[in-house]
């Protein structure tokens, strides 16, 4: 209704509980219906002693078939977790913020362009740390990463877009110009076609 009423584009992204056994399951349906308004993957749920590597196999027949993949590390794990999201695939990560604990692997992710997925409160939440000053989106944005401000779980942080990114400009002394590349970041890196893509952009100014 979205989409047909605003200027929105809208897309499913599939989740995963990594801790449960249907991930090879999913995975297979997101296949099945991939350009029936699904555009990606993505697995959640615990990250510590359930790596992604765990669901090489479902992640391997995703990337075969042009399923993008965003999977969640780097919160409830440290850079590890990252890692191992990397090494399966994934250009976007869920969160990511712990990344700035390993200074190469941070490096890495800038260079290759690996998109953050931040929610600030979110993050507060899980002990990522103790205040908006304190989080690490600041430090991530200083080194170049690619991040992006998002609301997470709306029921359980009981927040808007909005609201994370005035928390955020009050924190690091954010201007327009910065708000306005963190939109940008986030279309170029959405999961849709090109032309989509190129759409979003355009109206972002």
């Not at 942080?157 to 970041?185: G, N």
């Amino acid at each position: 209704a979205a989409a047909q009423g605003y200027q929105v584009t809208t897309g499913l992204i599939v989740s995963a509980m990594r801790h449960l056994d249907r991930v090879g399951e999913v995975a297979d349906a997101v296949v099945a219906r991939r350009g029936s308004g699904v555009v990606g993957f993505d697995l959640a749920g615990p990250e510590a002693g359930f790596p992604a590597s765990r669901h090489a196999a479902a992640l391997a027949r995703l990337r075969s078939a042009g399923v993008p993949l965003t999977l969640h590390a780097g919160e409830g794990d440290g850079p590890a977790s990252v890692r191992d999201a990397l090494d399966q695939g994934a250009t976007r990560l869920g969160h990511g913020v712990r990344v700035v604990e390993d200074p190469e692997l941070l490096a890495e992710v800038v260079a290759r362009g690996v998109c953050l997925e931040v929610a600030p409160t979110s993050n507060l939440q899980t002990g990522i740390a103790s205040s908006y000053a304190e989080h690490p989106f600041g430090r991530l944005d200083r080194a170049g990463a690619l991040v992006t401000v998002n609301t997470d779980n709306r029921l359980m942080s009981q927040t808007l877009p909005s609201a994370e990114l005035r928390h955020l400009r009050d924190a690091f002394s954010l201007t327009r110009d910065d708000l306005l590349r963190y939109a940008r970041t986030a279309a170029a890196s959405a999961f849709v076609a090109d032309a989509d893509r190129a759409a979003l952009l355009a109206r972002i100014h």
